[in-house]
């Protein structure tokens, strides 16, 4: 039993040797030119016991060219600034096959845009484009390893975009023979937003009534690239009631910018039915997706405000000069009253209407207005005064009606 197991070790271990000699075997080709002589001797007796002489046969192959070629980045992902020039890229090629030979060099770039080329590094020079580089690269021996440097600028406002440059290295001797390997150029990214207007608008705005207003804030991006951005209003008090986001109703909504651009938002509300001088603030954040601690804040003051008209009414001689005030008057005597309305409030009032039933004890006569804009309806002594426009605040519009007392 315990042979057995010594055996088995034993028979594992060689297999891990065998295996170890032919990887090593694979990789350490025999050189180019190499001539490899094959020799066999035979031996041989009689019947009798008598020896001979050895005889000896042999026969020679040469070792033909087999290419080989090893691409390696010097690094997988890199992070340059955007903007930034003269950043560089290390690949370093070796030959691998089992003799000298040259290579030519290509590249890829998965997504444009992103970097720029400006050239090909190798030794001291650099070369303005692949075609000089490769006319330039010498041939390598057996094993030999070149580095390859590619110089690049990276173009402004791609911050945080990634793009994937590959070099292909390819035998000149055996073109069906290659190798390749990729380096990720992510342009660090700096993130940063700018909501305006900061204030200083004092907004002023009568309830709505089914009207809704609109406020204009613009949002820039201040970062080095391309951001996704949520957009949130919101008030603090309980006078605004936001309608819509940039035409999405509700109270957020998403935008994307490029780096640097700037875009104009509306937001839609509407002001409830509360008592003038009520205020409230309306803010518009903008919140990166890709790093939500970066954001900013524009916001505007609101005030509501409401027209508020007061109505007197004086009784003048027929001169309109002399105030009646407590004295008397007599039958057929005519007296002139003097209507006058004032906006007391904070916003224009429309439709401003006087309704005035005369007393039956005197007669309509006529009517003077103070300006146009007046236009008067009689139906015996019902007198209805509509002025056209609005009354602005702190204005006063006044008209006379003569009378007879009966």
Do not use: C
Not at 7 to 30: E, H, I, M, P, S
Not at 165 to 186: I, K, P, Q
Not at 226 to 232: A, R, Y
Not at 304 to 323: E, G, H, N, W
């Amino acid at each position: 039993m315990h042979s057995k197991l010594l055996q088995r070790v034993w028979a594992l271990a060689l297999a891990g040797v065998v295996a170890v000699l032919a990887t090593t075997a694979a990789q350490a080709q025999t050189p180019e030119g190499t001539v490899i002589t094959n020799q066999a001797t035979v031996n041989w007796t009689d019947a009798n016991s008598n020896t001979y002489a050895p005889v000896n046969a042999s026969v020679n192959v040469t070792v033909g060219f087999q290419a080989g070629v090893d691409v390696v980045a010097a690094a997988a992902t890199v992070n340059p600034t955007s903007p930034s020039t003269g950043d560089t890229l290390f690949f370093n090629v070796q030959n691998i096959g089992n003799g000298a030979d040259t290579v030519t060099i290509s590249e890829g770039i998965s997504v444009g845009g992103i970097i720029t080329v400006t050239g090909y590094r190798y030794g001291a020079t650099t070369y303005a484009s692949l075609a000089a580089l490769n006319a330039a690269l010498p041939e390598q021996a057996l094993g030999n390893t070149i580095t390859i440097k590619v110089v690049y600028d990276v173009i402004a406002g791609q911050g945080g975009q990634s793009t994937v440059y590959t070099l292909t290295a390819t035998s000149r001797r055996d073109g069906g023979v290659s190798d390749a390997d990729a380096t990720t150029v992510t342009p660090s990214e700096s993130i940063a937003v700018a909501v305006t207007p900061d204030g200083g608008q004092n907004l002023q705005r009568l309830p709505s009534n089914g009207t809704n207003y609109t406020f204009t804030f613009a949002v820039q991006n201040n970062g080095d690239g391309p951001e996704d951005f949520d957009l949130l209003a919101s008030n603090p008090g309980a006078v605004i009631t936001i309608v819509s986001v940039n035409g999405d109703a509700g109270d957020s909504t998403q935008i994307s910018l490029a780096s640097g651009a700037s875009t104009n938002i509306d937001v839609i509300y509407s002001v409830g039915d509360v008592a003038a001088g009520s205020v409230d603030t309306l803010f518009l954040r903008a919140r990166s997706v890709s790093l939500p601690a970066t954001f900013d804040d524009g916001f505007a003051d609101l005030t509501v405000i409401r027209p508020s008209v007061s109505i007197t009414k004086a009784a003048y001689r027929d001169d309109q000069l002399t105030p009646i005030g407590a004295g008397t008057v007599v039958p057929g005597e005519f007296i002139q009253y003097l209507i006058t309305v004032t906006n007391n409030g904070d916003a224009d009032a429309s439709t401003v209407h006087i309704d005035d039933l005369l007393p039956g004890q005197v007669t309509y006569d006529s009517n003077t207005p103070d300006a146009a804009g007046w236009t008067f309806t009689i139906n015996v002594n019902d007198v209805d005064a509509d002025l056209a426009g609005t009354l602005a605040p702190s204005a006063s519009r006044f008209f006379w009606l003569r009378v007879q007392i009966n």
